[in-house]
């Protein structure tokens, strides 16, 4: 489902983009080790506790919903799309609108439904997701941050540098202060994009990613079939094949390069 102004495809390129995303989700994987109301947290603790929080869990699931806006102030949204992350143990399962990324102990892929193609590679990305998954890591890039306590949620604030190596001027992390889970995500986009409007005009403007976060669960997840390599690709003699059920796929085998 999508506003009435849509993006062409090369504005969602820019802007929904998935290095964006990922890089969105070192603070998906930020846990919680006892909390007080009164308790006076500086932002590298609250960020600390977040971290702790989802690494504590040995499985965990929620859904992420994406709104893009043209602007940093408008309130009409012009693409939505909807997410799913999935944690269990050392794997990690994710997709945002039609695409699936899958970190398997012994490989990683990524299936993009849309195009029917996908690309396997035996090589872990274990090392770098940790690296992302740890927001505190980043805050040497913002010139400023903020963290204040309204009710139940702590709202976090960073400010990026004048010159800086993030595709963002300012990020504002909204989290549960009760079990410091994330719950939404504002991110100031530093790029201009151009969008065209209802009446064919193009509008060049910053946008505005916002990221809602929902249903966590770490009980009773049932998600063997999801880190089944078998479910994505058969080996046969050596040869690595799409499954039966993406066999009109194109498979992409990045091992061989």
């Known amino acids: 489902m999508m506003a009435k102004n849509i993006p062409s495809i090369q504005v969602i390129k820019n802007s929904i983009n998935t290095k964006y995303i990922v890089l969105v989700l070192f603070c998906v994987f930020l846990n919680y080790t006892g909390y007080s109301q009164n308790d006076k947290l500086t932002i590298e603790e609250v960020f600390q506790k977040v971290k ?30 909807t997410g799913k992350v999935i944690k269990d143990q050392g794997e990690l399962y994710s997709k945002i609108k039609n695409t699936e990324f899958i970190q398997l102990n012994e490989a990683y892929l990524k299936i993009n439904h849309d195009e029917k193609a996908m690309l396997y590679t035996e090589q872990a990305l274990n090392e770098q997701t940790h690296q992302l998954v740890d927001l505190t890591a980043f805050l040497s890039y913002f010139e400023k941050t903020s963290v204040s306590l309204n009710k139940d ?43 065209k409007e209802s009446n064919g005009k193009s509008v060049t403007s910053n946008p505005r990613l916002e990221i809602t976060f929902s249903n966590f669960n770490s009980q009773n997840i049932n998600s063997a079939n999801t880190f089944s390599l078998l479910k994505y690709i058969s080996i046969s003699n050596n040869e690595i094949k799409p499954s039966n059920n993406l066999k009109a796929y194109q498979l992409i085998n990045a091992t061989k390069n």
């Open 52 to 81: 702790e929080t989802y690494e504590s869990k040995s499985k965990y699931a929620f859904n992420v919903k994406y709104e893009l806006f043209k602007d940093h102030q408008t309130i009409e949204v012009t693409e939505f799309y």
């Open 153 to 195: 949620i702590y709202i976090c604030e960073l400010t990026s540098k004048n010159i800086s190596l993030l595709p963002y001027s300012k990020v504002v992390t909204y989290i549960n202060a009760d079990d410091f889970t994330i719950k939404k995500q504002l991110l100031y986009l530093l790029n201009p994009s151009v969008f």
